[in-house]
């Protein structure tokens, strides 16, 4: 593995694991707050963005790389709303895209069909991220300060469960 597509997968890790930590403190905002539908939801995003550092992880170590773990960066603690939580994980899923995008022109650059290869899942699963948070911010909008649809909303994503990514289900 070319060094220059090494470090960019090295710091997408960091930042996987970072997106890990904010959706865990989305989560533990929420359920103080009352809102044990979306702490849900944010409880399974928190263990989606770890799985896709494991992802990275074994990928790098399958192709004779090194990963080299850095410290995780505070995150935000708090939120005023949860349209404002779900306005921030869109700012914040455009950021990974872009990452991810950055990637995959260094594999790109170094041409690295490897690595262009296994990031396909990961552009694919960054329009699903960015499509769901705006279906998201679309239906709170639409709710408004109406407490009925918030109550149902909340309760919608408390149906959400977990499931492995297929990158590492192929692995199992």
């Known amino acids: 593995m070319e060094k220059t597509v090494e470090k960019v997968i090295n710091e997408q890790i960091n930042a996987e694991f970072w997106s890990a930590y904010l959706y865990l403190s989305m989560s533990m ?5 009352g809102y044990a539908g979306i702490a ?3 409880a399974v995003q928190f263990k989606e963005e770890q799985d896709h550092a494991t992802i990275f992880m074994n990928y790098v170590n399958s192709r004779g790389g090194k990963v080299e773990l850095a410290p995780i960066a505070a995150v935000d603690t708090s939120w005023e709303s949860p349209l404002a939580a779900f306005e921030a ?6 950021k990974v895209t ?5 990637i995959y022109a260094v594999a790109d650059k170094a041409a690295d069909i490897a690595t262009k290869s296994m990031l396909t899942w990961f552009v694919d699963e960054q329009v699903e ?3 769901t948070a705006r279906g998201f911010i679309d239906a709170l ?7 009925y649809g918030l109550y149902m909303f909340d309760k919608e994503l408390a149906a959400r469960a977990y499931k492995t990514p297929s990158p590492l289900a192929a692995a199992e």
């Open 29 to 33: 905002h929420f359920a103080n707050a």
């Open 40 to 42: 849900n939801w944010f």
């Open 89 to 94: 994980t869109l700012a914040h899923e455009k």
């Open 98 to 102: 872009a990452m991810i995008n950055n």
């Open 129 to 131: 991220e960015e499509e």
């Open 141 to 147: 909008r639409m709710i408004g300060d109406n407490g």
